[in-house]
């Protein structure tokens, strides 16, 4: 329990100020669990807590009632009327049995008008008020933040695993029919084995998505030609699956390139499946190369609707999506990543009337 004269706000009046304090303040008792006001109700004038406890809370999104603070002997609530007479914006509800002072408005303001040093006060109880609502604001939207990037992370995994798993159900039901060659069920079970090491690829390179940087030495000097044209099958099949064609309109170049060949594969099925999500009625993915000197660009274009100006910005940053009802842009993240590892860049021109077009950079071998 608290006196009047002892709450900070009041410490610097006179004894002419205090009397005049005692005079304009009524006692108020709640029982727990009593409102002390509303929100929407007139702010008439301004609380401090004698003894008890008060939880201040309201209603977020019209439906759910929010807890902003509890306070205790000797803090101040309601505090927003003394400046502005408008309705309440919070309830103020009695946790326990509960003792307040009530100071009605025109009253605290004719005393803070003879005393600037508690107007002064007043001030700074509000900007701390302000301050630990923001803290708490901020905190709890890093908080929902986090609850929905989990799930967004989730989803993308779960949408990342649909191409391989309805090639392993497919396979499966082809290799359980009647009457199939023996050629026919081991090209089947080789299908199979090989969608189950993409899975594990997959789930092995979210978990690299969250590591730092990969070292240099897992990248090895390779055939890029070579590396392109054992890819492209693969690609084709998987693209045939959503009624898309893969087409090349030359042969890669026969370069020397420092690669992870299973890591940079999931470059090229993250932007395939990205093409062929967009082309919701088929389509055509055309791969092109230019090489120089230092470098080897490869370009993977389609005739899909193109890139939504509004994200063309945002297209390589972690859960931007475009262009599709599903996924999380999870998969550009993940190839931006893995070919900055690489020692290259990647990037997303765009022109008007055309489908979306994707590029990648790889240094070569020296």
């Known amino acids: 329990m608290v006196e009047l004269e002892s709450i900070t706000l ?4 006179n004894d002419g100020g205090l009397q005049a304090l005692r005079s304009m303040t009524q006692e108020r008792q ?24 008060v939880e201040i809370s309201g209603l977020v999104g019209g439906n759910t009632r929010h807890v902003f603070s509890q306070l205790g002997p000797g803090e101040i609530f309601g505090e927003m009327a003394v400046i502005e007479h408008r309705p309440r914006s919070a309830t103020a509800t009695a946790l326990k049995d509960t003792e307040v002072y009530f100071i009605p408005r025109d009253e605290m303001l004719s005393l803070i008008k003879r005393s600037p040093a508690m107007a002064f006060g007043l001030l700074q109880q509000i900007s701390h008020r302000l301050r630990e609502f923001n803290q708490l604001h901020l905190r709890e939207m890093v908080q929902a933040e986090s609850l929905a990037i989990i799930g967004r992370f989730a989803q993308s995994i779960v949408h990342d695993l649909k191409n391989p798993l309805s090639i392993i159900g497919l396979s499966a039901e082809t290799f359980d029919m009647p009457g199939i060659s023996s050629e026919i069920r081991a090209r089947t ?30 990248l ?42 299973r890591r ?8 395939v499946h990205n093409a062929t999500d967009a082309m919701l009625n088929g389509g055509k993915i055309f791969l092109c190369f230019h ?76």
Not at 32 to 45: H, V
Not at 226 to 233: C, D, G, P, Q, S
């Open 264 to 271: 940079l594969s999931r470059v090229f099925y993250n932007l």
């Open 291 to 366: 090489a120089d000197e230092n470098e080897i660009v490869t370009e993977i274009e389609d005739t899909g609707p193109g890139i939504a100006p509004e994200v063309a910005d945002r297209l390589f940053q972690t859960f931007v999506t475009f262009g599709k009802s599903h996924g999380t842009g999870l998969g550009l993240s993940i190839c931006k990543k893995i070919i900055l590892d690489h020692g290259g860049r990647i990037w997303a021109p765009s022109e008007p009337n055309r489908g979306a077009t994707f590029c990648f950079s790889l240094p070569l071998a020296k």
């Open 220 to 261: 090895k000097p390779a055939d890029y030609g070579a590396f392109v044209l054992e890819l492209i099958a693969n690609l084709r099949a998987e693209a045939e699956l959503k009624h898309a064609q893969v087409e090349m309109p030359d042969s890669p170049p026969a370069i020397l390139v420092r690669f992870d060949a």
């Open 10 to 13: 009041f410490r610097s009046l």
């Open 30 to 53: 709640f029982a727990t669990g009593c409102d002390i006001f509303r929100e929407g109700a007139a702010g008439d004038g301004v609380y401090f807590v004698k003894d008890g406890l």
């Open 189 to 218: 079970q080789f299908r199979i084995r090989k969608q189950i090491v993409r899975i594990n690829d997959l789930i092995s390179d979210i978990l690299i998505f969250t590591e730092g940087k990969r070292p240099n030495a897992e």
